[in-house]
């Protein structure tokens, strides 16, 4: 898929910090519990770390008690992009950022308590939050 927004290796890596880039880019994964944005609760959005793009707001965001930020849906369909991800020796379907193509976590349907019944799991160092004004 050709992405809005590309850069070499190179050029992510003096943009990112070391973690950001392998969590982002190189699909790994943070520790769980350990996220700066697992606790946020203000109103607000959540975007892309790596090129900005919006991709959920806060009023989609629930505690799934699984040590990563989770939400129940994009902002818009469009925003995220969901791959096969055959790694680990499961199945999984993985979310990455449909601007740039950076990972951003996963998403199961093992959230019945939600509207939509999905629980995109994401790493924080993959987020921005922008706390909504007023």
């Known amino acids: 898929m050709g992405y809005q927004v590309t850069r070499s290796d190179e050029e992510w890596r003096l943009l990112l910090e070391p973690q950001e880039f392998a969590v982002l880019r190189q699909a790994a994964t943070e520790r769980p519990g350990t996220g700066a944005l697992l606790g946020e609760a203000r109103v607000g959005v959540y975007g892309c770390r790596a090129c900005g793009q919006e991709l959920f707001r806060s009023e989609t965001k629930f505690d799934a008690h ?24 499961m199945v999984r379907t993985e979310v990455r950022c449909a ?27 993959s987020l921005t939050f922008r706390a909504q004004e007023g």
Do not use: I, K
């Not at 040590?67 to 055959?86: H, K, N, Q």
């Not at 601007?99 to 160092?125: E, I, K, W």
């Open 66 to 89: 699984c040590g990563w930020p989770s939400f129940f849906s994009p902002l818009a369909a469009d925003r995220v992009e969901l791959v096969e991800d055959r790694t680990l020796g």
């Open 99 to 125: 601007r740039c193509g950076s990972h951003l976590g996963h998403v199961f349907d093992d959230a019945p308590q939600t509207p939509t019944g999905d629980r995109y799991c994401m790493n924080s160092v």
